[in-house]
Protein backbone atom coordinates (compact mmCIF):
# COMPACT_ATOMS: atom_id res chain seq x y z
CA UNK A 1 0.00 0.00 0.00
CA UNK A 2 3.05 2.55 0.58
CA UNK A 3 4.55 1.98 -2.57
CA UNK A 4 1.08 2.81 -4.06
CA UNK A 5 0.79 5.60 -1.95
CA UNK A 6 4.64 6.47 -3.51
CA UNK A 7 3.95 5.89 -7.07
CA UNK A 8 0.86 7.91 -6.87
CA UNK A 9 2.40 10.85 -5.53
CA UNK A 10 5.65 10.96 -7.87
CA UNK A 11 2.81 11.14 -11.05
CA UNK A 12 0.73 13.50 -9.06
CA UNK A 13 3.61 15.48 -8.86
CA UNK A 14 4.77 15.59 -12.51
CA UNK A 15 1.47 16.85 -13.42
CA UNK A 16 0.06 18.74 -10.85
CA UNK A 17 3.03 20.29 -8.80
CA UNK A 18 4.31 19.10 -5.75
CA UNK A 19 2.15 20.91 -3.55
CA UNK A 20 -0.94 18.75 -4.91
CA UNK A 21 1.13 15.61 -4.52
CA UNK A 22 2.00 16.35 -1.34
CA UNK A 23 -1.74 17.05 -0.43
CA UNK A 24 -2.48 13.50 -2.45
CA UNK A 25 -0.25 11.66 -0.51
CA UNK A 26 -1.71 12.71 2.74
CA UNK A 27 -5.43 11.91 1.88
CA UNK A 28 -4.17 8.64 0.88
CA UNK A 29 -1.94 8.13 4.00
CA UNK A 30 -4.96 8.79 5.94
CA UNK A 31 -7.06 6.24 3.70
CA UNK A 32 -4.45 3.95 4.47
CA UNK A 33 -4.99 4.65 8.11
CA UNK A 34 -8.18 4.37 7.93
CA UNK A 35 -8.25 0.60 6.00
CA UNK A 36 -5.99 -0.91 8.61
CA UNK A 37 -8.41 0.61 11.58
CA UNK A 38 -11.72 -1.14 9.84
CA UNK A 39 -9.14 -4.56 9.49
CA UNK A 40 -8.06 -4.53 12.59
CA UNK A 41 -11.51 -3.49 14.04
CA UNK A 42 -13.00 -6.50 12.00
CA UNK A 43 -10.36 -9.18 12.78
CA UNK A 44 -11.51 -8.41 16.46
CA UNK A 45 -15.22 -8.94 15.62
CA UNK A 46 -14.88 -12.31 14.06
CA UNK A 47 -12.71 -13.22 17.06
CA UNK A 48 -15.28 -12.09 19.62
CA UNK A 49 -17.71 -13.81 17.61
CA UNK A 50 -15.66 -17.37 17.06
CA UNK A 51 -15.24 -16.93 21.29
CA UNK A 52 -19.09 -16.43 21.35
CA UNK A 53 -20.02 -19.76 19.71
CA UNK A 54 -17.23 -21.45 20.89
CA UNK A 55 -17.77 -20.46 24.63
CA UNK A 56 -14.06 -20.69 24.66
CA UNK A 57 -11.61 -17.75 25.07
CA UNK A 58 -10.48 -16.57 21.65
CA UNK A 59 -6.80 -16.59 22.79
CA UNK A 60 -4.51 -18.53 25.04
CA UNK A 61 -1.61 -16.06 25.06
CA UNK A 62 -2.27 -12.70 26.14
CA UNK A 63 -2.32 -11.36 22.57
CA UNK A 64 -4.34 -7.81 22.50
CA UNK A 65 -5.84 -5.84 25.73
CA UNK A 66 -9.10 -6.78 24.28
CA UNK A 67 -8.46 -9.61 23.20
CA UNK A 68 -7.67 -10.43 27.06
CA UNK A 69 -10.64 -9.01 28.17
CA UNK A 70 -13.18 -10.56 26.08
CA UNK A 71 -11.42 -14.10 26.96
CA UNK A 72 -11.50 -12.85 30.45
CA UNK A 73 -15.44 -12.18 30.57
CA UNK A 74 -16.16 -15.37 28.80
CA UNK A 75 -14.12 -17.24 31.82
CA UNK A 76 -16.47 -15.06 34.02
CA UNK A 77 -20.03 -16.15 32.02
CA UNK A 78 -18.45 -20.10 32.10
CA UNK A 79 -17.76 -19.67 36.25
CA UNK A 80 -21.39 -17.97 36.61
CA UNK A 81 -22.95 -20.46 34.48
CA UNK A 82 -21.09 -23.47 36.53
CA UNK A 83 -22.43 -22.03 39.91
CA UNK A 84 -25.97 -21.57 38.24
CA UNK A 85 -26.14 -25.30 36.94
CA UNK A 86 -24.64 -26.81 40.05
CA UNK A 87 -23.62 -27.82 43.90
CA UNK A 88 -20.42 -29.24 43.32
CA UNK A 89 -17.68 -27.36 44.49
CA UNK A 90 -19.76 -24.33 45.17
CA UNK A 91 -17.32 -22.71 47.30
CA UNK A 92 -14.37 -23.03 45.45
CA UNK A 93 -15.88 -21.93 42.37
CA UNK A 94 -17.15 -18.72 43.98
CA UNK A 95 -13.63 -18.44 45.23
CA UNK A 96 -12.50 -18.33 41.70
CA UNK A 97 -14.82 -16.22 40.60
CA UNK A 98 -14.37 -13.53 42.97
CA UNK A 99 -10.89 -13.90 42.04
CA UNK A 100 -11.20 -13.04 38.93
CA UNK A 101 -13.58 -10.61 38.46
CA UNK A 102 -11.78 -8.35 41.09
CA UNK A 103 -8.53 -9.03 39.45
CA UNK A 104 -10.49 -8.33 35.71
CA UNK A 105 -11.79 -4.92 36.92
CA UNK A 106 -8.60 -4.06 38.60
CA UNK A 107 -6.80 -4.31 35.53
CA UNK A 108 -9.63 -2.43 33.67
CA UNK A 109 -9.67 0.91 35.85
CA UNK A 110 -5.93 0.64 36.78
CA UNK A 111 -4.25 -0.11 33.28
CA UNK A 112 -7.05 -0.33 30.40
CA UNK A 113 -9.71 2.70 31.10
CA UNK A 114 -6.86 5.24 31.49
CA UNK A 115 -5.45 4.18 28.37
CA UNK A 116 -8.22 4.13 26.54
CA UNK A 117 -10.31 6.85 28.34
CA UNK A 118 -10.16 10.00 25.78
CA UNK A 119 -11.58 8.01 22.94
CA UNK A 120 -14.89 7.58 24.66
CA UNK A 121 -15.05 9.02 28.30
CA UNK A 122 -18.82 8.59 28.62
CA UNK A 123 -18.49 4.52 28.28
CA UNK A 124 -15.62 4.92 30.64
CA UNK A 125 -17.59 6.74 33.56
CA UNK A 126 -20.16 4.40 32.77
CA UNK A 127 -18.38 1.43 32.98
CA UNK A 128 -16.32 2.69 36.52
CA UNK A 129 -20.51 3.05 38.07
CA UNK A 130 -20.90 -0.51 36.53
CA UNK A 131 -17.85 -1.91 38.52
CA UNK A 132 -18.93 -0.14 41.58
CA UNK A 133 -22.19 -1.64 41.62
CA UNK A 134 -20.33 -5.05 40.53
CA UNK A 135 -17.90 -4.92 43.30
CA UNK A 136 -20.92 -4.15 45.86
CA UNK A 137 -22.91 -6.68 44.58
CA UNK A 138 -20.23 -9.46 44.42
CA UNK A 139 -19.51 -8.37 48.83
CA UNK A 140 -22.67 -8.76 49.58
CA UNK A 141 -23.01 -12.24 47.33
CA UNK A 142 -19.77 -13.64 49.10
CA UNK A 143 -20.93 -12.57 52.83
CA UNK A 144 -24.72 -14.87 52.03
CA UNK A 145 -24.48 -17.79 53.88
CA UNK A 146 -25.21 -21.20 51.72
CA UNK A 147 -28.03 -21.56 53.86
CA UNK A 148 -29.75 -18.32 52.75
CA UNK A 149 -32.60 -18.57 50.38
CA UNK A 150 -31.31 -15.19 48.92
CA UNK A 151 -27.74 -16.63 47.62
CA UNK A 152 -28.97 -17.89 44.06
CA UNK A 153 -30.83 -14.10 43.93
CA UNK A 154 -27.86 -12.24 44.65
CA UNK A 155 -25.56 -14.67 42.23
CA UNK A 156 -28.14 -14.04 39.68
CA UNK A 157 -28.41 -10.35 40.03
CA UNK A 158 -24.60 -10.44 39.83
CA UNK A 159 -24.64 -12.29 36.70
CA UNK A 160 -26.62 -10.22 35.13
CA UNK A 161 -25.32 -7.16 36.07
CA UNK A 162 -21.77 -8.17 35.06
CA UNK A 163 -22.79 -9.58 31.93
CA UNK A 164 -24.57 -6.68 30.42
CA UNK A 165 -21.52 -4.56 31.25
CA UNK A 166 -19.11 -7.20 29.48
CA UNK A 167 -21.81 -7.32 26.65
CA UNK A 168 -21.61 -3.42 26.26
CA UNK A 169 -17.66 -3.12 26.96
CA UNK A 170 -17.63 -5.12 23.66
CA UNK A 171 -20.03 -3.91 21.59
CA UNK A 172 -19.18 -0.25 22.44
CA UNK A 173 -15.55 0.25 23.81
CA UNK A 174 -13.72 -2.19 22.08
CA UNK A 175 -14.23 -1.75 18.60
CA UNK A 176 -12.71 2.08 19.25
CA UNK A 177 -9.76 0.63 20.66
CA UNK A 178 -9.15 -1.74 17.96
CA UNK A 179 -9.81 1.32 15.43
CA UNK A 180 -7.54 3.78 16.81
CA UNK A 181 -4.96 1.59 18.55
CA UNK A 182 -1.68 -0.31 16.49
CA UNK A 183 -1.62 -3.59 17.50
CA UNK A 184 2.01 -3.45 18.50
CA UNK A 185 0.41 -0.67 21.40
CA UNK A 186 -2.53 -2.92 22.05
CA UNK A 187 -0.03 -5.95 22.65
CA UNK A 188 2.22 -4.06 25.03
CA UNK A 189 -0.80 -3.14 27.06
CA UNK A 190 -2.29 -6.60 26.99
CA UNK A 191 0.68 -8.08 28.47
CA UNK A 192 1.29 -5.61 31.29
CA UNK A 193 -2.44 -6.51 31.79
CA UNK A 194 -2.05 -10.24 32.28
CA UNK A 195 1.01 -10.04 34.57
CA UNK A 196 -1.00 -7.43 37.13
CA UNK A 197 -4.31 -10.03 36.46
CA UNK A 198 -2.20 -12.68 37.14
CA UNK A 199 -0.74 -11.00 40.24
CA UNK A 200 -4.01 -10.03 41.61
CA UNK A 201 -5.47 -13.11 41.37
CA UNK A 202 -2.58 -14.83 43.64
CA UNK A 203 -3.46 -11.85 45.81
CA UNK A 204 -7.01 -13.05 46.26
CA UNK A 205 -9.96 -10.68 46.17
CA UNK A 206 -9.98 -9.77 49.64
CA UNK A 207 -6.49 -7.94 49.02
CA UNK A 208 -7.67 -6.38 45.58
CA UNK A 209 -11.04 -5.51 46.50
CA UNK A 210 -9.47 -3.87 49.79
CA UNK A 211 -7.86 -1.41 47.16
CA UNK A 212 -10.74 0.07 46.21
CA UNK A 213 -12.06 2.95 48.42
CA UNK A 214 -15.70 2.85 47.31
CA UNK A 215 -18.04 5.53 49.21
CA UNK A 216 -21.26 6.31 48.66
CA UNK A 217 -21.77 9.96 47.97
CA UNK A 218 -18.87 10.61 45.94
CA UNK A 219 -18.04 9.59 41.95
CA UNK A 220 -16.17 7.00 41.59
CA UNK A 221 -12.60 7.68 39.61
CA UNK A 222 -10.01 6.03 37.19
CA UNK A 223 -7.24 5.25 38.81
CA UNK A 224 -3.74 7.45 37.30
CA UNK A 225 -1.28 5.36 35.50
CA UNK A 226 0.92 7.50 38.09
CA UNK A 227 -0.69 5.80 40.84
CA UNK A 228 -0.66 2.21 38.97
CA UNK A 229 3.41 2.22 38.55
CA UNK A 230 3.75 3.20 42.36
CA UNK A 231 1.46 0.23 43.33
CA UNK A 232 3.46 -2.28 40.94
FE1 LIG B 1 -15.48 -3.68 32.92
FE1 LIG C 1 -14.49 -6.13 31.24
Same mark, same amino acid.
Given at each position: ?????????? #???? /????? #?? +??? $????????????????????????????? @????????? /?????????? =????????????? $??? +????????????? #???????? @???????????????????????? +??????????? &????? #?????? &??????? @?? =? =????????????? %?????????????????????????? =?????? @?????????? %?????? $??????
Amino acid at each position: MKKIVKRVSK #SAAK /GQGKK #SA +GKL $SKALASTVELVAGVAREAEGVVRDFASNV @TGQPPDATP /GRATDLLVAQ =HRKLEQLFERLES $SKK +GFDATLRELADDL #SAHIFIEE @TLFYPAVRKLNPDIILEGLEEHAM +GRFALQRLLGT &KASDK #SLRLRL &KALKELM @TN =H =HHEEERELFPVVR %RHMPNSKLERLGAAMKKSFDTGVQRG =HEAVLA @TFHDQLHQPV %RAKSSR $SVRRRS
